[in-house]
């Protein structure tokens, strides 16, 4: 599974629109509203590296109120839930 973070800058007006539509695009499983430089930032789970291009340039990037896009690529994860796997087989880091 790749796992792709894309900040994502809309018409602030049309924030909570934008956030309904880039989540109804599959391979998007979540959306944040956010504070900082960024409105959105959309987590994209995809089986293989030129699915992204589909989810992000073909569809993300032109939901309407998208004006920029930034993307990205996870190498690893560190989740709770992964170490606690990992250090149950006996991995030691």
Do not use: C, N
């Amino acid at each position: 599974m790749i796992t792709a973070f894309v900040h994502i800058k809309t018409d602030t007006s049309s924030i909570p629109e934008s956030a309904q539509q880039i989540a109804a695009i599959e391979g998007i499983s979540e959306v944040y509203s956010v504070t900082g430089d960024w409105d959105l930032i959309a987590i994209a789970k995809v089986s293989k590296h030129e699915d992204l291009a589909d989810v992000i340039a073909d569809r993300l990037s032109k939901v309407p109120a998208v004006v920029h896009t930034t993307t990205h690529i996870a190498f690893r994860s560190y989740s709770k839930e992964d170490l606690d796997e990992a250090f149950s087989m006996g991995f030691d880091g």
